[in-house]
């Protein structure tokens, strides 16, 4: 009857013997699920940490905007792929890059990586703006700017708001000729993204597509600002400043300085460099050199539309029959760049292919013909009713065609714009009805753009109403603003020798008519400002 082990308490000591092991492995298995949760936590933390250093080096490359910082920040994304290849702003930010050395940098290979990376960003739902600036400029360089503008409104009514839709908004603008709206756009770009140069160099570009090169230099100045090395912005300056016909020597010193960086240099960039060598050779006088360059640029980049036009330009000027078929083709490539309309229309109107120049003036219509832009009250009305440089240009043209009723009509309209061209508009009417010898209607037009008190800006007007007072008898007065106009043609560069023969010809002109004395006067006056 005694128990077996011979104690009264011996079966709760078996149970409890048996316990122990049993506690024992379930401590254990708690200690190892604890450290495979705690390692699970660290690396977890580890790969959150490593995915932000590299996330940040990544984007800060980027920012920079050369092509070799590009091609770093994707050295970075790729290393972080090695860690988290789920992480979808990082994949949207691979897409972007790629984008940008695909389209601006034109590096062919980069497609591939950009389509490949913004399916990833978008399986994974990434919310970037990367993500969706870069479908919004994949549908513009896949020809599409109407569906890109409709995905980045249906974007904004959902309140989305970024420098990159932003930047993209403006692409889309101006592929459909809506350059005051894209002009907006690119500022809000550019005002948002301040501390990156890729914003004011894309507005700077677009302004000098416009013809705009004060306001482009701007802009342009900016993208330096943010980073002092952007190549795209240094050459894109030079070659805005020698359309002024200034910035000589700086454009020679940069060319010689990019070119011997050639192994950072990409298609784009080697395209922008040759075009600004071809813009220095016009400059300098020099249609065949300026030929030689273009081509290079061309074979570097074909889509480069500024060494198409500089190549137009440079057949105009040898007065080649090949230049309105090569005016054409620059158009064909950039349809919404006025530059290339207007300035080739002058350029082809100078080489005496009037004709060809009206034909150029024609495309621009039909290319902004039914775009529509703000007006009073609320109104909106066709851009070309605001288009002053436009009417200008074509008055211009008509007149050298002798075609005066049509050019009056034209000056008519740019001055019904009373835009930044009116003063322009009412010195070329001015001249229209001095050729028909209409002096008391060139008058009033003369003086109020030549003031007496040589304020006004515009060299030309002051000779015009010079040369108008001559004509009246008025030698006293009329030497007056004969001499604003050489005073102001100085202040704006003209060389000495021009100046000098035009002021021969005043002389001249007083002697002819029997004015000695202030011939003489005039003489000793302008050889003292002339000297």
Known sequence: MAATNGSPGGARDWRRRERLP???????????????????????????????????????????????DL?????????????????RDAQALAAEVNLRLWLEHRQADAEAGTREHLARAEALDSRSGERYGTRAMLLLAEGKPAEAEKYLEDLKTQGAKSPKLALAEAQALLARG????????????????WREPRYPVAHGEALLDEGLYAQAAEALKKGMAANPDHLRAR?????????????????????????????????????????????????????DEALKHAGEALAASPDEHHALFIRARALALKKEPGARAAFQEAVAKRRTATLLYLDGARALQQAGDGEGALALLDAY??????????????????????????????GQVLQALARAEDAMAAYDRALAV???ERARAQYAKAALLMARQDYDAARPLLVEVAPENGMGTLPEAYEALGELLFAKGEFSTGCQHYFFGLTRARQQGESLETLKGKASDVEKRLAAAGQSAMARAWKNEVDALLR
């Open 22 to 68: 049993s506690a024992l492995v379930q401590v254990g298995l708690v200690a190892v699920l604890l450290a495979g949760a705690v390692t699970y936590v660290v690396h977890r933390g580890s790969v959150r940490q490593q995915v932000q250093a590299r996330m940040k080096a990544a984007r800060t490359l980027a920012q920079r905007d050369n092509p070799a």
């Open 71 to 87: 091609r770093k920040a994707l050295a970075e994304l790729e290393a972080l792929f090695q860690v988290d290849s789920d992480a």
């Open 178 to 193: 809506r350059l005051l709206d894209a002009r907006q756009a690119f500022a809000r770009a550019s005002e948002a993204a």
């Open 235 to 287: 050459l894109s300056l030079a070659l805005a400043r020698l359309y002024q016909g200034t910035g000589r020597g700086d454009a020679a010193r940069l060319v010689s300085d990019v070119m011997g960086r050639e192994a950072e240099i990409t298609p784009a960039l080697k395209a922008r460099t040759r075009v600004v060598q071809a813009a220095l050779a016009l400059t300098e006088g020099n249609p």
């Open 365 to 394: 219509e039909t290319v902004f013909r039914d775009v529509q832009v703000p007006a009073p009250e609320g109104r909106t009305v066709g851009a070309m009713e605001r288009d002053d440089r436009y009417w200008l240009t074509r």
């Open 418 to 420: 009373k835009g930044v």
